[in-house]
């Protein structure tokens, strides 16, 4: 009786632990046996048939399962770059420049190690046009994010990896284009003179000159009564046509040249009304001589020609006073200045 009761109890604490047996431990193994991994084999063929058939939706999804399953696997940085190439022909540009980073940390071979900084430096001009980075760098958060600096950054490491190449070439050049923009004038002109020294025969050098032109430009304007600009076009100017002697882009060169003397002529002329409006004609006179004698060629000059006719037929005391050989000035250049160089030489001029 006692045996039988001890039966029982024993067979019934048996059935209890296989059921809690059955609860716990087969759900676990169930769930094991779904998450098996796929042999990288088979994800890496999936990849490159997605690849193939440019469905470029399936080839990411594979390239993802690949990278987070098979890490360490010694094919996962080559795809890696693939990632960041899918990347950014989706215009996601951050984690294209960071798969591009991984595949250079990874790859002991840098099968695309010139690649990968392409990718980085397509990033960067996105940054540098305007493209914004995910708040926090997370994804799931908007892009607001200013990243301008970024590409700075980006363009300065592309130099320092692949100091001699064309990717570097232009990354410098874009660097000191986006400075241009940034209107940090300093140290944009160091820039595209760095790039000159360093890729003084590229293709983007005539490009840099006329950049180059366009900031002593703007700091003549900056500073009107400032002619140390104009020597350091003209030195520009030479330059580049002894680099690029049939280069088509030298008339922009010129007409940057004509540009910072119209504007100093300009700045001069001013002077010299300032003192005609406040009576003082002996130093007006002075100084419309001397527009007419430094920049013969520009809009001002022909017009000061006729206020110092005026003033010499007006106060006797004058006529003799700082002669000009031949007030006949023959502008046979201004039909080359640009339109709007003409139009407020002759606003401010009246």
Not at 244 to 266: H, V
Not at 274 to 303: C, E, F, G, M
Request: glycine share 2%.
């Amino acid at each position: 009786m006692v045996a039988g009761l001890y039966f029982e109890l024993l067979y019934f604490f048996c059935m209890k632990a296989i059921v809690l047996f059955s609860s716990i431990v087969l759900p676990f193994l169930s769930i094991e046996g779904k998450t098996q991994k796929d042999p990288f084999e088979q994800l890496y063929s999936q990849l490159q048939e997605a690849l193939d058939k440019q469905n470029l939706k399936s080839a990411k999804k594979s390239a993802e399962v690949i990278v987070d399953l098979y890490q360490d696997h010694p094919m996962s940085s080559e795809v890696y770059f693939q990632l960041a190439t899918l990347y950014l022909k989706e215009g996601e540009y951050e984690v294209a420049f960071e798969a591009a980073e991984l595949y250079l940390k990874k790859d002991a071979t840098l099968r695309f190690y010139e690649e990968a900084y392409k990718i980085k430096l397509e990033v960067a001009h996105r940054y540098s046009k305007g493209f914004k980075k995910h708040v926090a760098g997370l994804r799931v958060l908007p892009k607001w994010m200013p990243a301008q600096e970024d590409a700075l950054e980006i363009y300065d490491e592309i130099q320092a990896a692949v100091p001699r190449s064309d990717v570097a070439a232009e990354a410098l050049y874009a660097k000191g284009a986006l400075q241009l923009h940034l209107e940090d004038h300093k140290a944009a002109l160091d820039t595209f003179q760095i790039f000159l020294k360093k890729f003084a025969q590229h293709p983007l050098a005539p490009h840099a000159h006329i950049k180059i032109g366009d900031i002593y430009v703007i700091n003549t304007k900056i500073q009107q009564n400032d002619d140390s600009f104009l020597a350091l076009e003209r030195l520009n100017f030479q330059r580049f046509k002894d680099n690029f002697p049939s280069d088509p882009r030298l008339r922009i060169a010129e007409g940057q040249i004509k540009s910072i003397e119209e504007t100093l002529a300009l700045g001069m002329f001013e002077i010299a009304a300032y003192y005609k409006r406040t009576k003082r004609h002996d130093a007006a006179l002075l100084y419309y001589t001397q527009v007419i004698q430094t920049y013969p060629k520009s809009v001002v000059a022909h017009k000061a020609v006729n206020t110092v006719q005026y003033l010499r037929e007006k106060h006797a005391d004058l006529r003799d006073k700082y002669p000009v050989e031949d007030l006949e000035i023959i502008v046979d250049v201004i039909e080359e200045l640009p339109d709007t160089i003409q139009d407020q030489a002759d606003q401010k001029v009246h």
